[in-house]
């Protein structure tokens, strides 16, 4: 069966580091999405891709954050300069239409 | 800006027990999903309500939507200790952006 894939499962990095998560998407699928959670708290929208394009980002996709499709598969969220408040579990999901998004694993990160 | 809520946050029950959980929204919106997630998993999606009046069943579980009063509930019927997980709501905006409840931590005791 098709799935997401996320890596690094965990990554631990300094504060003011730069972070790149990766993911894979499912092949047809055509919308792309970051959320994160904080551990034990809600899930939150971080941002949503279309066409190449970001097509919404939430309030706490600010100007240190990035997202990319750099070569047709992969599907990145960079993270310029890390701070502690970013630690969180961070993921990927992809959907084909205006249907069921599909999760990934998600990755967690810890900035120290 | 769509609001979210869940309730309750938090719920102990006894296996064989019934209850429900609720989701409220604020704002106009045809598709609605649960998810469930286990500590430290991923979100699996549980049932995907696309219209008003739906009504999904799986296993033990039940969702429904009334799109009318902006309102859903996932139905536990004879719980057991495997459904023990977070259940979340997420309410789909026009864009195709997902917008989720705060979860429900279940937890069904012997």
């Known amino acids: 069966e098709p799935e997401v894939t996320q890596t690094p499962s965990h990554q631990v990095t300094q504060m003011g580091q730069e972070v790149i998560l990766r993911c894979v998407p499912i092949?047809?699928?055509?919308?792309f999405y970051w959320y994160r959670q904080i551990l034990g708290q809600k899930v939150e929208f971080l941002v949503s891709f279309y066409n190449n394009e970001i097509s919404e980002k939430s309030e706490i996709f600010d100007d240190q954050f990035s997202v990319e499709r750099p070569d047709g598969s992969n599907f990145t969220l960079k993270i310029r300069s890390t701070k502690l408040e970013d630690s969180a579990m961070y993921f990927c999901a992809s959907s084909l239409d205006a249907g069921e998004l599909f999760f990934g694993e998600g990755s967690r990160l810890t900035v120290l | 800006e769509l609001k979210v809520e869940q309730n309750p946050l938090f719920l102990s029950m006894q296996e064989g027990k019934n209850y429900t959980i609720y989701c409220n929204y604020s704002?106009?919106?045809?598709?609605l999903y649960w998810y469930r997630q286990d500590p430290g998993k991923s979100l699996e999606s549980l049932f995907v309500l696309l219209s008003n009046g739906a009504v999904k069943q799986e296993g033990r579980l039940m969702a429904s939507l009334d799109t009318k009063a902006r309102l859903s509930t996932l139905h536990i019927t004879a719980a057991v200790h495997d459904l023990s997980a977070t259940y979340f709501c997420a309410v789909a905006l026009f864009n195709n952006d997902m917008r989720f409840g705060a979860g429900t931590r279940l937890t069904v005791k012997p």
């Open positions: 092949s047809n699928h055509l919308y």
């Open positions: 704002t106009t919106s045809d598709r």
